[in-house]
Each structure stands twice: as C-alpha cells, then as structure tokens.
C-alpha cells in the first residue's frame, strides 16, 4: 500500500480498546484518515459479546460498567446513545460461604469491611473481635508497596475476611484471588489512604468509601454491548482487515506491517491493542524489554454458561450470588439478569461464571458436564431443579489478567521501553473493565496522533 497524502494509523486488535482507540483518531484527524483495523475474528468486539437467548439479548462477555466512573456515560453520550444507559433494579446481591446465602457486606470496599458488624454472622465470633481490635494494632506499612491484597486483609482482619469477602468480589473481576491481586489494583483508593498516613486498615477503607449519594455502582446498556460496538464502528469508520497481523517493523516512511496472508501494509503510528502474550510477541523485535514485561502478565481463563429459565422459576429477589473460596459449588459467580435488570415477562435469564486463575476448566470442561454442574448449583444454593429453555456456552480463554503485585510499575516501564510513534491499550494495563479499557485506549490514540511520523505527514 503506498502512502497517501493523508496520516494512516493502524489499530491491531478489535476489542472495545482497539475500536475506541480508532474512534478517538477519527475524531481528531477527520474523514481523510486512513485507519486500518486489523482482527482475525469473525466479529469485532473482542471480549464483549452480546447474544440472545430466550428471545432477549444478553451479554455473556464483560456485563456490566461501573457507572460511578465517568468513561462510559461519557462516551455513550457523544455517540448519541446516553438514553440507552441502564441501571440495576437496586437488588442486592448476596455471598455463598458455609454452605448458606449471606447478604454482601455493606460499607465495604471491593469485599475489605469497614467495621466488624458488616460481616457479624458472615464470620466466626473470633475474626469479629480481631476486625474489632485491628484499629489498635499497630500497623506496618510502607508508602509505595504493593503487596497482594489477600496478605495485608489476612493480617489486619484474618483469613475468613480474604476467603468470604475479598476472594468472591476478585474471581469476579479477574477470576482470581487475594493471592494473586496486588493491593493497588484490587482497592488503588485504600492503598492511597495507607500511603497518606491512615492508621488501620479500618481507617484506611472508611476513607475510601463512596459517598452514600453516589449513585448505582453498576450500568449497562439496553440492547447489550453490540450497542456500543456498532456505534463505535460506525463513527470510526476503519478499514477492517479480517487478518492477524504477524510481524511489525520501520520503514523508511513509519511503519511496516505483515499480515498472516502474506500481504504488506504501511502506517505512520501504531496502536496495539492486542491481549499482552500477542503484545509480547509483536514487541519482541522492536523493544525487548516491554516484550518481555508483557510476557509476565499471568492470565485466566473462564466459561460463561448461560441459561433461560420457565418463567416463573422461583429464585430469590437479589441480582446475584458470590461464592466463597472452599464451597461445594462449581460456579465462582451466579448472576441472576432478569432480577438484577428488571427484565420482566418472558424466561428467567441466569449467568454462572466457572474458572479460576490457576485451574483449566474453561479449557477442558465440556459444555455437558458445565450444564449439569450448572443445575446442581441451582439446587444447592437456590433450591430449584428447573429444566433450562436454553443453554449457551462461552469459553474466554485467557482473557482475564491477573494484576499482581507491582503491576503499575511493571505497566509503566513496558510503556516507557516503546518506541516513538507505537502506542499500546488493552485490557492488561490500567484495568480490565470497559471504563479503564475506554480511558487506556484515549491515551494511546492520543500518542498515536501526537507521533513524529504523522506530524510530519500533516
């Protein structure tokens, strides 16, 4: 492809961060931009994935944003969709732990409590009364760490906290644990409050509550997620190439691309908005060391099984179920969508997440076996055996990073190693959910527009 008069840009990777990063150029270069998408998948997308099931969409990606973030609101409200933002119906959601449902601790932060009655009856009496003493601990800690979430919560409120509170809320966002989160990623708000002198982990997590005013914690979309990813199609308008790219590298005019087909392109700024193992592979020739820092970003894998239920099915009114590390349940997560949505007439829509960090059940469980461990969850937490309308199953093979500890310096060193004018966006960097995914991919368009290449071309 020879050059045009024009800036081209290439955005490798169609995920919700590779078609904000080509919506963003487009906003800011205008129509005469050459954009050039690059995803071998038979849909863009990437991990948000909206089908329907008994007659209703439903996401079975990522499912739902935290509005009290400003990202997505924002971002909907420029491709003229602000009208179809929902929120929850206001339902609770619950935890599973010894065997037996529990409401989800109030005034908490991603599962830390600020006080030992918000998890009284959750707990046994002697974790309780060492919730209740940690404030007259003394504490150990040192501005700037980031030690696993699990171990500093262990230390200051015990392990029942981490296994019944911590655990349920993180398998549900990363599909990992205490073990594997580091406490800046898990609860980046706590962190600052330790780091600016707060006295107890107590101390810490009550100055990092919301405000009671704030607002629902959780949104999404009417029509699902395929909303927003044909919006954002249509405003950015790239030229999709439905082929991986395999090797990239400098030309005399910017950058030099090779697609799987053996074909060739050229682009004046890069955005790689790939997973991080395919990162770590493309970076390779050009910058070693982020290469090989993206290379450590461990990753999980997860199933989605979801389900449509006889109307009338008689689950509980909250919007879902956690469960604790240790119970005898498959499931990590069950979400019941037509309550926690207010879907109301028609089956009774259930999604149940299967997989943890470490573990390959998404890889090897076939779609039988998770179908009946699905109704034997029901049973065992719900109490009801009904016979499912529908099944549908998808499988994220790692598609879940785990932040571990030190994973913002280890982000901000695989950046500072890019080469000029190669941006990077993802999932794998400043959070896994679309908000942190629409912010990173802003900053790489951004790098993208700023680069030598294309201000020479302009």
């Known amino acids: 492809m020879s050059p045009a ?4 840009y290439a955005v490798i990777g169609g995920g919700i961060s590779g078609l904000v990063a080509a919506y963003r150029i487009r906003r800011q270069a205008g129509p005469q931009a050459r954009i050039l998408l690059f995803d071998p998948a038979d849909r863009l997308g990437g991990v948000l994935r909206t089908e329907h099931l008994g007659g209703q969409p439903l996401d079975i990606g990522a499912e739902a944003f935290v509005a009290r973030r400003p990202e997505v609101p924002a971002l909907l409200a420029e491709l003229g969709l602000a009208d179809r933002q929902i929120a929850t119906t206001g339902v609770r959601p619950t935890v599973y732990s010894r065997a037996r449902m529990h409401p989800l601790p109030a005034g908490a932060v991603n599962g830390i409590p600020a006080s030992a009655q918000s998890v009284a009856g959750l707990v046994d009496s002697a974790t309780v009364a060492k919730i209740e003493d940690e404030p007259h601990r003394a504490l150990r800690w040192q501005p700037g760490e980031d030690p696993p979430v699990g171990a500093v919560v262990a230390d200051r409120f015990g392990e029942q906290v981490v296994r019944c509170c911590v655990d349920p809320m993180l398998s549900g966002v990363y599909a990992g644990s205490g073990d594997t989160i580091g406490i800046r990623s898990a609860v980046p708000a706590v ?4 780091d600016a002198g707060a006295p107890s982990l107590s101390a810490a ?21 395929r909303v927003l990813l044909e ?26 691309l090779t697609t799987g087909d053996g074909r060739s392109w050229s682009a004046d700024a890069v955005v790689l908005a790939t997973p991080a193992p395919a990162a770590a592979e493309l970076l390779a020739p050009l910058a070693q060391e982020s290469a090989a820092l993206a290379a450590r970003i461990r990753h999980a894998s997860s199933a989605v099984l979801a389900m449509a239920l006889p109307a009338g099915t008689p689950l509980p009114p909250q919007s879902g179920v956690l469960v604790a590390t240790g119970e005898m349940v498959h499931a990590k997560a069950i979400t019941l969508s037509s309550r926690k949505w207010g879907r109301h007439g028609g089956p009774e829509l259930v999604r149940m997440s299967f997989g943890r960090y470490g573990d390959d059940i998404a890889r090897t469980v076939p779609e039988a076996t998770l179908t009946e461990w699905a109704r034997e969850d029901l049973r065992t937490v719900f109490g009801v055996d009904p016979d499912p309308l529908e099944v549908l199953v998808h ?9 571990g500890p030190g994973h913002g310096a280890l982000v901000a060193e695989l950046r500072a190693g890019l080469p000029p004018g190669l941006a990077v966006t993802g999932n794998y960097l400043d959070g896994v959910g679309v908000p942190a995914c629409i912010a990173s991919a802003g900053h790489a368009a951004e790098a993208a527009l700023s680069s030598d290449n294309v201000n020479r071309r302009a």
């Open 5 to 8: 008069a024009a800036p081209g």
């Open 191 to 194: 962190a600052a409050a330790l």
């Open 205 to 225: 997590v009550r100055t990092s509550l919301p405000p009671s005013a704030a607002g629902p914690v959780f949104g999404a979309i009417a029509g699902g997620y």
């Open 231 to 256: 919006a954002l199609v249509r405003a950015g308008n790239p030229h999709w190439v439905a082929s991986a790219v395999t090797a990239i590298d400098t030309d005399a005019t910017g950058w030099a």
């Open 395 to 403: 499988r994220w093979i790692d598609a879940l990073p785990q932040y």
